[in-house]
Nanobody, 124 residues
Framework: QVQLVESGGGLVQAGDSLRLSCAAS????????MGWFRQAPGKERESVSAMSPSGGNIYYADSVKGRFTISRDNAKNTVYLQMNSLIPEDTAVYYC?????????????????WGQGTQVTVSS
């Protein structure tokens, strides 16, 4: 069983930065691919970024490429999402997710564990 707790969300202005953190419990973190997803009001949940345990395989949605950076610290059981140059369209609840596989994927149904989400609001 893996429990995930996100933190770092908040209200910022366009152009600002935020760093989200996701702390994982359990002893399998170093073997879990991790993903960040977001869901805006009235929209479906979408993949933002995903990362293999070693960091050798990373995915970014086109909408965040060049602005967001995913990273992880396996010693701390934590995955991060550094978000720069935020725009109002980034406003959403952000979720981290873990899957019982080393292969990252953009499909939310492939993830086994989810955090409770953290709100990110970007004002114009």
């Amino acid at each position: 069983q893996v429990q995930l707790v996100e933190s770092g969300g908040g209200l910022v202005q366009a152009g600002d930065s935020l760093r989200l953190s996701c702390a994982a419990s359990g002893r399998t973190f170093s073997r879990n691919a991790m993903g960040w997803f977001r869901q805006a009001p009235g929209k479906e949940r979408e993949s933002v970024s995903a990362m293999s345990p070693s960091g050798g395989n990373i995915y970014y949605a086109d909408s965040v490429k060049g602005r967001f950076t995913i990273s992880r610290d396996n010693a701390k059981n934590t995955v991060y999402l550094q978000m720069n140059s935020l725009i109002p369209e980034d406003t959403a609840v952000y979720y981290c997710a873990a899957r019982s596989s080393v292969v990252p994927t953009t499909y939310s149904s492939s993830y086994d564990y989810w955090g409770q989400g953290t709100q990110v609001t970007v004002s114009s």
